[in-house]
């Protein structure tokens, strides 16, 4: 069984930053890739950004160059830094896993508002 437990969500002005993190427990393979999709209001799931276990990115094209995606693989945690925030960006973050399936954290709400 795989948990995904994530923190650091909140309220944030327009331009402001956040740094969301996710640790993982349980039965983790050494080869895993972890990523960060997010849920708007009234929207559907959208990817966000993944990152492979060896260190390769993927983002989507509205959070280049705004949000970075790291991993410390000791401690099985995956961040989401995220700069530049606008109103859109508005949403519940979920944290995934895929080690054969693909596990999800139970989300972490972002606001971004003045």
């Known amino acids: 069984q795989v948990q995904l437990v994530e923190s650091g969500g909140g309220l944030v002005q327009p331009g402001g930053s956040l740094r969301l993190s996710c640790a993982a427990s349980?039965?983790?393979?050494?080869?895993?890739?972890m990523g960060w999709y997010r849920q708007p209001p009234g929207k559907q799931r959208e990817f966000v950004a993944v990152?492979?276990?060896?260190?390769?990115?993927s983002y989507a094209d509205s959070v280049k160059g705004r949000f970075t995606i790291s991993r410390d693989n000791a401690q099985n945690t995956v961040y989401l830094q995220m700069n530049s925030l606008k109103p859109e960006d508005t949403a519940v973050y979920y944290c995934?896993?895929?080690?054969?399936?693909?596990?999800w954290g139970k989300g972490t709400l972002v606001t971004v508002s003045s």
């Open positions: 349980g039965s983790i393979s050494s080869t895993n890739t």
């Open positions: 995934n896993l895929v080690y054969g399936m693909s596990y």
């Open positions: 990152i492979t276990r060896g260190g390769s990115t």
